[in-house]
């Protein structure tokens, strides 16, 4: 659908807290458009900055008709369809336009040169990456990601250049809003089996995004041996780079310059994130691994950090060497459902692993699956686990854990195991 930008003026999101969208929201505030919206819960991270931009947030409790029906134009997170299908169905009844976060991001994008980053693991990463370079190159690129970059502070960037720099992603087939310059694909794999039949339907998906890409088919694992020296770990990562070395290729931009941004990269929010360490020693990280996959790189990149022996008591640890606790909330029930043999088996290397009950942000809750029975799983394939039927009683069990300088515990998943670490450690 074609829309005329210049005639939107106020703009309302359903949703604004989350990550994605409120990316959006600043993209429309930069444009002079008037942004308001609802979020379910206070959200300081996403929600403060938009304030003192000038957006005006309401709750779900406080959002009267009248309020709504202001907007120009709507736009919605997906995970709204579960959590406030009865704002999305008011917002159609005005009449007005109403879109996704993903078509709306189209719309926006029709007016640059887009760089869209896809694959089922490494896109935040990878499009900050692309994002740094582009920035250190001069070309001044426009930025959406689903994270804070720690280069410019945020998950938004607006420049003057020619370039939007964007994370495209499969859900939903969502990354066929756009018509990329150059299109990245990280990897694919098996995800989003809720939205896909199988594999081959992923892949056909994936091979539909290469298609409307404009640049040629390069692999990019010919510009592995061209990493430098990260400072972020795992091999997972110096793919991420050897991606981002490839789209700096295409864009003429100098090797060595590209090379000194990536060394220089200090990673994004949640992304494998020290957040610090406590006053008796334990170093903390917060991850947003969701995916056996993903949790596996993970851990893989924290051995490489530290020193770890498994599963050996304290007394018997060599110097330096560290334990490994993973405090783990799956996400989405047919994330769980799909994958939990992989799951079950992706904690090898940690030596106490907690779940938190599954987040299931767009869907309906499935009796059939449960962290308590992943948890099992786990235990069964010769791992420490442990399940709690909410957070509570996690930070009680965490806090009584009364982890010193020989442990690393580490916040994982796409929701908000991360709560529990701000509610039991007070980081120096």
């Given amino acids: 659908m074609k829309v005329d930008l210049s005639k939107i003026r106020k703009v309302f999101f359903i949703g604004i807290g989350g990550i994605g969208i409120s990316a959006l929201a600043k993209m429309a505030l930069s444009r002079e458009m008037e942004v308001s919206g609802v979020n379910d819960e206070e959200s300081p ?80 990463t990878t499009a900050a990456m692309v994002a740094g370079i582009l920035i250190d190159a001069d070309l ?40 990329p310059f150059i299109g990245v694909v990280t990897n694919v794999e098996a995800d989003h089996l809720d939205c896909y039949k199988d594999l081959a339907d992923i892949q056909n998906a994936f091979d539909k995004f290469i298609s409307q890409s404009k640049n040629k088919v390069l692999d990019y694992i010919k510009y592995l041996d061209k990493v430098p020296k990260l400072s972020i770990p795992g091999l997972h990562n ?29 990673g994004t929010w949640r992304r494998l994130e020290k957040k610090g360490e406590t006053k008796n020693g334990t170093i903390i990280y917060d991850d947003y691994a969701h995916h056996p996959t993903e949790i596996k790189a993970s851990i893989q990149a924290l051995k490489e950090l530290y020193p770890h022996t498994n599963n050996i008591g304290v007394g018997a640890y060599p110097a330096g060497a560290k334990k490994l606790t993973i405090l783990f909330q799956p996400h989405l029930y047919s994330r769980t459902k799909a994958l939990f043999d992989d799951f079950a088996k992706s904690f090898k290397g940690a ?4 779940l938190l009950p599954i987040y299931f ?68």
């Fill in 351 to 354: 030596d106490k692993i907690l």
């Fill in 140 to 179: 001044d690129p426009t930025v959406v990601v689903g994270s804070f970059v720690k280069k410019f502070g945020s998950n938004f960037r607006k420049g003057s250049g020619e370039y939007l720099v964007v994370e495209a992603d499969e859900y939903n087939r969502h990354f066929l809003n756009f018509n």
């Fill in 238 to 266: 110096r793919m991420n780079a050897a991606a981002a070395l490839a789209v700096a290729d295409i864009l003429n931009i100098k090797e060595a310059n590209a090379q000194k941004s990536l060394a220089e990269f200090s």
């Fill in 361 to 428: 942000a767009r869907e309906k809750k499935d009796g059939s699956v449960s962290s308590e029975k992943l948890a099992q799983a786990i235990c069964s394939e010769g791992d420490d686990a442990q399940a709690f039927s909410d957070f509570e009683s996690a930070e009680i069990f965490v806090t009584d854990l009364k982890l010193g300088p020989k442990d690393v515990f580490v916040t994982m998943g796409a929701g908000e195991a991360y709560k529990v670490a701000d509610q039991v450690f007070k980081i120096v």
């Fill in 45 to 124: 991270k996403t929600l403060d900055p938009l304030r003192q931009a000038g957006a005006k947030i309401f709750y779900k409790a406080d959002l009267s008709a009248e309020a709504l029906a202001k907007a120009d134009l709507y736009v919605y997170s997906d995970a709204w369809l579960y959590r406030g299908p009865e704002i999305i169905e008011e917002a159609k009844k005005t009449g007005k336009l109403v879109f996704s976060y993903f078509e709306m991001l189209g719309i926006f994008a029709r007016e640059y040169k887009v760089i869209a980053i896809s694959g089922t693991h490494g896109k935040t």
